[in-house]
């Protein structure tokens, strides 16, 4: 009987992070594109490690991992794992969190932009030969000297306040567990009272985890507060904004525009009212779909699982759970 280490990916990652398991002779694998629970009841039941993109991976299917020690999240959110099970039955959940932090900030940044400079307005007036109209477009948005709040001052909270910066804007951030002094030593100056803040806020970005706290966080009465010049980005996960609230705020102009890349359901239901509200610019949870990160991601997601089982996985790397 082969000795080898069983890994299961659950949703195939770039081809570099499968050439790690390939050249390992510690190792076999087998990766699994497609999510059928019933399948993967079988297949989970003698591996001893799986990576795992944004699928679920509930309790029932966990506890039949009898072998199973460790879970490799390929991106840093682990939301989709029950970790009530995973840390009943000892199994450590790894994220990649040196691989994606760049690239979400320079979406936030594509976003942010998008929406200030009028998405693809003016693409759209030289293509169909309007040129000579461009007097009676609608005029754009700088970002110089604007005042953007991020909320979470994590790994992309830090990529994202350099870039900013580099525009020149103030930046304020929201994250009760940073201190000032960190905050300060970025560039940015940290603010505790929400509400008094979002007065003169023009554009908010999102870059916090999802739990009972965040949920709702931004909502109607947050954004009835609002500039009514402001842009949210919302890069972090559905549901932090509250949807429908989203969208009475735009609708009633109590904000400028808001991006998205994440929903509340994904995909987002069809009868979704943002799907057709030209306020809003979106992307399919695409944030970290960089060809650069997509590589790095798929490299750290396998490497994780073999430095653990080298007994080498830094900490940084590890869910606390
Ligand atoms: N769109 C995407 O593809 C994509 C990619 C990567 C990460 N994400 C999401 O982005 C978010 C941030 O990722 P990260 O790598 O920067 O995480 P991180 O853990 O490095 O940073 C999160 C920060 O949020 C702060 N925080 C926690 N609770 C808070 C609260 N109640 N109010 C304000 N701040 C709070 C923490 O102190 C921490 O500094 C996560 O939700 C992650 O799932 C999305």
Redesign the pocket.
């Not at 909320?151 to 909270?157: D, E, N, V």
């Not at 870059?207 to 999802?210: A, T």
């Given at each position: 009987m082969s000795d080898k280490k069983k890994i299961l990916v659950i949703q195939n990652i770039h081809e570099e992070g499968i050439n790690l398991l390939k050249k390992n002779t510690d190792y076999k694998y087998e990766i699994i594109e497609n999510i059928d629970y019933e399948i993967l009841k079988k297949k989970i039941v003698d591996c001893d490690g799986l990576s795992i993109r944004t699928a679920k991976l509930p309790a029932d299917i966990i506890d039949l991992g009898k072998k199973l020690k460790i879970i490799s999240r390929h991106?840093?959110?682990y939301d989709n794992i029950d970790l009530n099970s995973s840390k009943k039955n000892n199994i450590t959940i790894s994220i990649t969190a040196t691989a994606?932090?760049v690239a979400?900030a320079e979406h936030v940044m594509f976003m942010l932009l998008s929406i200030s400079k009028g998405k693809s307005m003016y693409d759209e007036n030289v293509k169909s030969g309007k040129f000579n109209e461009r007097n009676k477009l609608p005029k754009t948005i700088e970002m110089w000297k604007k005042n953007i709040l991020i909320?979470?001052?994590?790994?992309?909270?830090q990529k994202l306040i350099k870039r900013c910066l580099g525009f020149e804007m103030n930046v304020f951030i929201?994250?009760?567990?940073?201190d000032e002094n960190t905050i300060a030593s970025f560039g940015g100056k940290k603010i505790e009272d929400l509400k008094s803040t979002v007065k003169y806020i023009d554009a908010i970005s999102i870059?916090?985890?999802?739990n009972d706290?965040?949920k709702n966080m931004i909502n109607l009465d947050l954004m009835k507060q609002m500039k009514k010049n402001c842009i949210i980005i919302n890069?972090?996960?559905g549901g932090i904004i509250n949807e429908n609230d989203l969208n009475e705020a735009l609708n009633k102009n109590y904000i400028y525009g808001a991006g998205l890349?994440?929903f509340e359901d994904e995909p987002p239901k069809s009868d979704n009212p943002l799907l057709k509200n030209d306020k809003v610019f979106l992307s399919p949870?695409t944030?970290?779909f960089t060809k650069e990160c997509m590589e790095r991601m798929g490299k750290e997601t396998i490497q994780n699982i073999i430095d653990f089982f080298d007994k080498k996985l830094e900490k940084s790397k590890i869910v606390k759970n």
């Open positions: 991106g840093v959110g994606n932090a979400v909320f979470g001052f994590g790994r992309i909270g929201y994250d009760p567990f940073v870059h916090m985890p999802l706290e965040t890069a972090a996960r890349d994440v949870h944030a970290a």
